[in-house]
């Protein structure tokens, strides 16, 4: 039997359609997706699966859950509906605390003075403290938290923020890792990751001395971690530990201080004294992890090295973790690259391929590196054409090219950006820099590229600079 | 007929699958390599969406290494990988609706409105995979296996479990639907 060729026809329509499915059919997946499914399922053959379970103990299982289900939603109905609607304010009782289950099975639990506000975007601490324990959240799709000038980007952790009376900010990790971004002390600015915390740090913010700046629009913090060139790192405070609030320095253990490169100040936690929790022993990856976390950087350096050179999973996590201490940690972000390059000659398939890709070409960007970085992103967008860091590379490239003064080349790299972005903050700032580049080229698109960029973000960060291009444009005409 | 070299089983499945069953971990890696793209897409177009498309994968592998036991070979292998992965977009799409009922219901925050892509590339996929989510179940499945995946007809019966005149008449309905579609998209 034959089958004549579909969408047959030469309306408009019939074009289209044919060819959306010519993409269809050329659609491919990630190539870091592929990767992560492999070693999700690369050990199959070890493991000892459990048998499948019978059809009728799903059925009774069903039944179970929904008489469970039933009784659940008749515990909780009252509870969530009242909750975390848009302008709804959650705070704990005056002795005791208050938990809530939040979109995505987020748990927060209010501690006594813990004030939680919804007001339609991410959620906010306005008072007290608050713990969150976030369930693995899928790539691109970070659970934020707002405090004061500050939000928080987390992939799956456990980790509390606080805000005291003074309006200072302090977060600690209990597991995972989470980021801290801001504008800086005055609120202005392009947004930065000023912190990176992992189990048992703390970060807290400087000391609030003048009037809290106006929140702005959270971002998507992949994007904006490529900072424009040029940038530099923010003089770095020190504030004694003594002021910070309560839970920085957990009860339990002992902390010290170290200034974080954008502002405020990272505390490590150790804890609990080594008599009562001794270090643990056999996996050495876990025993190089607990040596960083309690910030004996130089020990963790030394157990990655060693691991490294090894060979399995465990010797490239290492590879690769040798660059991030001695760039977040160290603050040596030359050797930091060669490690990271060293990594990636040692593993050219490995599974933090693309992660080491990404770290060497923010690490040369941030130290002023620019035609390496360039180089870098340039191979970056050639070799990875479906990678889901795509956009954040395309857009680092065009604030590199842009600070140059190489606008024709930032247009391209800002249009790979628009088309690969997965978040908005990276799509909303290569829209609005690919206009400004083509006003600054002389491009009679740049205008209506302003003007797009105003319809598709009413109220975006850059509005009032879009503004002004297409009043410039109208007051020229 | 259309050509199908995409769907056709290469040679040495048969071989692979024995091997695996026998804990041979390269054959485990290279069936993976060669059928994790092709599930990738066939999730992708069958609407499962960016953000569990991943999970929705390594599920399908586990299930795929779970019954590689009763894999007879009277089958391709694609067919059968391309059933199993069905029922999992089928049940991942059961579970999407379940959940986001229950979210119109208990919670608050709307989602965030997709980011603008000028793109021509990824409008139209956009479009299209818009179009075929509003298929039904039965109907996206033949469209889906047929038109992108290129799976011959009697193949597309078999993963639908239906006879292939029914498969048949799937496809003309689904196709009348979705060009119906698209020229209500183009006024």
């Not at chain 1, 530990?241 to 253990?253: E, M, N, Q, Y």
């Not at chain 2, 990988?81 to 999992?88: E, G, V």
Request: aromatic share 6%; glycine share 10%.
């Amino acid at each position: 039997m034959s089958t004549p060729r579909w969408p047959d026809g030469h309306d408009p329509a019939a074009r289209e359609l044919a060819a959306a499915l010519d993409h269809a059919r050329a659609r491919t997946a990630d190539d870091m997706s592929l990767r992560r499914g492999w070693s999700a399922v690369a050990d199959l053959p070890e493991r000892r699966l459990p048998p499948r379970v019978r059809r009728w103990s799903y059925f009774a299982g069903g039944v179970a859950s929904a008489a469970l289900a039933g009784a659940c939603a008749a515990l909780l109905w009252p509870r969530t509906i009242g909750g975390p609607r848009p302008g709804a304010v959650a705070s704990a009782p005056e002795a005791g605390v208050r938990r809530l289950t939040l979109e995505g099975g987020v748990e927060a639990k209010l501690s006594a003075s813990g004030v939680l506000r919804f007001d339609g975007g991410d959620p906010r601490v306005e008072g007290g403290e608050v713990r969150f324990s976030v369930p693995h959240r899928a790539p691109g799709r970070p659970f934020i938290v707002r405090a004061e000038s500050y939000w928080v980007v987390v992939v799956g952790t456990r980790f509390g923020v606080a805000v005291d009376g003074g309006r200072n900010v302090a977060i600690d990790v209990d597991e995972g890792v989470v980021e801290v971004w801001g504008r800086g002390q005055d609120g202005k600015g392009a947004a930065r990751r000023l912190a990176r915390l992992a189990p048992g740090e703390g970060w807290r913010s400087p000391p609030v001395a003048v009037e809290p700046p106006v929140v702005a629009p959270p971002p998507t913090p992949a994007a904006d971690a490529a900072p424009a060139a040029g940038a530099r790192p923010a003089t770095a405070s020190a504030e004694p530990v003594d002021k910070a609030p309560r839970h920085a320095a957990r009860s339990s253990g002992h902390a010290f201080a170290l200034a974080s490169p954008g502002g405020g100040e990272i505390v490590h936690a150790v804890e609990a004294p080594p008599s009562e929790s001794p270090p643990p022993t056999g996996d050495p990856t876990a025993i190089a992890r607990a040596a960083l976390a309690s910030g004996d950087t130089t020990r963790a350096l030394q157990l990655y090295r060693a691991l490294a050179g090894k060979s399995g999973p465990a010797a490239e996590n290492a590879a690769y973790e040798i660059g991030k201490i001695l760039g977040d940690k160290l603050g040596q972000p030359a050797a930091a690259v060669a490690a990271w390059r060293r990594y990636r000659s040692e593993y050219p398939q490995g599974l933090l391929r693309i992660e080491a890709d990404v770290s060497i070409i923010e690490t040369l960007a941030r130290s002023g590196e620019t035609d390496d970085a360039l180089a870098e992103a340039a191979d970056f967008l050639r070799r990875h054409p479906d990678s889901e860091r795509r956009g954040e590379i395309a857009r680092v490239a065009g604030d590199l090219y842009r600070a140059r003064g190489d606008c024709r080349r930032a247009v391209g790299a800002y249009q790979i950006a628009i088309g690969a972005a997965r978040t908005r903050d990276v799509s909303e700032a290569a829209a609005f820099h690919r206009a400004e580049c083509l006003v600054r080229l002389g491009d009679s698109g740049g205008p209506d590229a302003a003007r797009a960029y105003l319809r598709s973000y009413p109220s975006g960060r850059f509005r009032s600079e879009a503004t002004a291009l297409v009043s410039e444009d109208g007051r020229s005409r | 007929m259309r050509s199908v070299p995409r769907a056709a089983g290469p040679a040495g499945d048969l071989d692979m699958v024995v091997r695996c069953r026998r804990g041979d971990g390269t054959a485990w890696r290279s069936l993976y390599d060669r059928y994790a793209p092709v599930v990738h897409r066939f999730l992708a177009a069958f609407g499962v969406p960016t953000e569990e498309r991943e999970d929705a994968c390594q599920e399908v592998f586990v299930a795929v290494y779970r019954s590689l036991g009763r894999f007879r070979g009277e089958a391709r292998l694609s067919t059968w990988i391309y059933r199993i992965a069905a029922r999992h977009a089928a049940r991942a799409g059961r579970r999407r609706r379940v959940r986001k009922l229950l979210s119109t219901l208990l919670v608050r925050e709307p989602a965030p409105p997709p980011a603008p892509d000028p793109s021509d590339r990824t409008d139209r996929l956009r479009l299209l995979d818009d179009m075929i989510a509003r298929l039904s179940e039965k109907k996206r499945l033949v469209l889906v296996l047929f038109e992108i995946e290129g799976v011959p007809i009697e193949e597309v019966a078999k993963i639908a479990g239906c006879p292939e005149n029914t498969a048949w008449s799937r496809l003309h309905y689904a196709r009348a639907e979705l060009t119906a579609m698209a020229k209500r998209r183009m006024k």
